[in-house]
């Protein structure tokens, strides 16, 4: 039956095909690329979108993966509805990084990122201690959508280098993993690609 994958941004679409060729070759992948449900969820907030992903993943058969961490809880609390699973890409990386100890920093490019994610850690610690910082990388964001991906890669990056006192960095949305490769800091820095895909081929959830 495959995966579909729904993004916000064209630019996810060759990252988790190069992913599926090194990893999992022959898993099937479906791409759909909505960049408003980005957009209206920046001006009106996460939950002004759900209307609009049912409307995209209506129809949809087999599990679906969501790799836009502003808008990842929205389409996943819609899959009971929709009858199929649906998982956010971010979900088990949030799940490693409170493995790894409760100082957390998150390091995102849109502030509209931000509080889906501290409370998708919040989830995952289930009740355990977390100590989340978060900061939106300087530039970054801009650097992005001017197609600049090495500027944007290494905004992140510098950024990742700039922390202390963690016990890990947690790169909030998918977009950012190239900056992983780039980073100096001995601190560990977790991405959500790889696992999130992973995860959703097995037909899993993180717990």
Known sequence: MGLTLLHTSPVHVPVFDALRDERHPGAELRHLV??????????????AVAAQVREVLEGVRGPVLVTCSTVGAVAESLGPRLGVPVLRVDRPMAAEAVRRGPRIVVLAALASTLGPTRELLAEEAGGRPVAVRSEVVDGAWERFEAGDTGGYLERVARAADGVADADVIVLAQASMAGAARLVRTPVPVLSSPAPGLAAALLGGRTR
């Not at 449900?37 to 939950?47: I, Q, V």
């Open 34 to 47: 909505v960049p408003r449900l980005l957009d209206r969820a920046r001006e009106a907030g996460p939950g």
